[in-house]
C-alpha cells in the first residue's frame, strides 16, 4: 500500500482487481454525466492561497461532526453494495474508518447488514435510510439501527425516481452479477475479488434479505427495491420519520437554498450539499458551485456538510474553506476498498489525512475551524 500515493494510484489498482460491472457501478454517473464531471473540475478551479513564514510547526486535523470528535473534519459516505468491491466491504471500511477517528456511514443498500456490522466492530457508526413505499419496512429499519445503537439517522432525500446510468444498464449490473459470458470472462480474470466475495457474509442486499415477506430470493427482491423508491416523498415524511427517530438526523442530497431553509427547520442536526454524487439530476450544478450560498443562507443553524469529488485533501480544505463543517468521501475510499479492502480504505483515509495536514501547513493554518473564506485566493 505504501506505493498508493493518491487516490488516481487506489483507483486504478480498482480497476484492476475489481469485476467491471463493480467498477462502473462506483465510477459512473447519470446520463451524461455532466454533473460528475462539474463537481470535480468545479473543485480544481479553486485556487488556494499560498501562505509562508507562519509557524505551522504545531498542526491538528482534529474536530466535530455532528458533535462527535473526529481526527478529520471526513465520514465515509453510505455506499450501496460495497460489500461487491470486497467481501464483507461493509464491516472492512467501518473498521478503517473507526480505527482512523472518523464516522463512517452504513447504506440501506449495503450487502452486510445493520446487525452484521454492528457485530463487527467496536463502536456506533452511523445508518443512512432511504425511504421506500413499504413505510412498514422503513419503520423496521429505523428500529433496527436504534438496536444497533447507531449513533446517527443519514436520510437521503434526492432519490425518489432513480437517474440511469448507462454503464449499468449495459453491463448487466445486478446483485450478484449477472451470468453473463462477458461478466463470466471478467470474474475469471480477478481471482482475488471472487475468493474475497464468495468467503463474505453476503452476496445480496443484507438489510433487505429476509426482512421483506415474500421476497426470499435474490430476483425478487431487486424487482422489489426497483419499485420502492417513493416519488411520493414530502417533507411530510421527514416529518414522520424525524418522529420515529430518537437520534441525530441528517438530511443528506440539499442542492437548492430553498430547500436548505425547509430543511433546517425539521430538527436535523446537519445537512449534506449533495447531487448524490453525479448519480442523480443531471446537469445539476456540482456540489461546491451551492455550498456558498447554502452555508451563508442555514450555517448558522444546522452542520453543512458536503460531498461530491473529493480526490484529496486539498480538496477538502477547498470545501471547508466554503464553509462545509466536513466532507464525506464516496469513491475515494470505494477505490481503496476495491483496491486492498480494510487496508485499501485506511490508506485512503491515510492520503486524503496527509494531505490535508500539508494544505494547512502551506496555507498558513494550524486548526481546522481556521479554515475559512481567506484560505482562497482571489479568482
Ligand atoms: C457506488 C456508489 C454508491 C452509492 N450509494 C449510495 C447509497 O446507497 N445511499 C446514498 O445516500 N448515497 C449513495 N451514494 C452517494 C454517496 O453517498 C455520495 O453522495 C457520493 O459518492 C459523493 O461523491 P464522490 O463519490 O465524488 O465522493 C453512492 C455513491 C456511489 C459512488
Known sequence: MKTMTSIEDLRQEARRRVPRVFFDYAEGGSYAEQTLNANRADLERIKLRQRILVDVSQRSTATTIAGEPASLPLALAPIGLCGMQHGDGEILACRAAQE????????????????????????????QLYV?????????????????????????????????RHRDVKNGLSVPPELRIRNLIDIAGKPKWALSVARGRRKTFGNLAGHVRGMENVNSLSLWIADQFDATLSWKDVEWIAGLWR??????????????????????????????GGRQLDGASSSIAVLPAIVDAVGASVEVLFDGGIRSGQDIMRARALGARACLSGRAYVYGLGAGGQAGVARAIEILRNELDVTMALTGTTRIDEIDRRVIAAM
Open 100 to 127: 482512523a477517528g472518523i464516522p463512517f456511514c452504513l447504506s440501506t443498500m449495503s450487502i452486510c447488514s445493520i446487525e452484521d456490522v454492528a457485530a463487527a466492530v467496536a463502536k456506533p457508526f452511523w445508518f
Open 247 to 276: 437520534g441525530k438526523l441528517i438530511l443528506k442530497g440539499i442542492l437548492d437554498v430553498e430547500d436548505a431553509r425547509i430543511a433546517a427547520k425539521t430538527g436535523a442536526v446537519g445537512l449534506v450539499v449533495s447531487n448524490h
Open 132 to 164: 421506500m413505499k413499504d413505510r412498514g419496512f422503513v419503520r423496521a429499519l429505523i428500529e433496527r439501527a436504534a438496536a444497533a445503537k447507531c449513533s446517527a439517522l443519514v436520510l437521503t432525500v434526492d432519490l425518489q425516481v432513480l437517474g440511469q
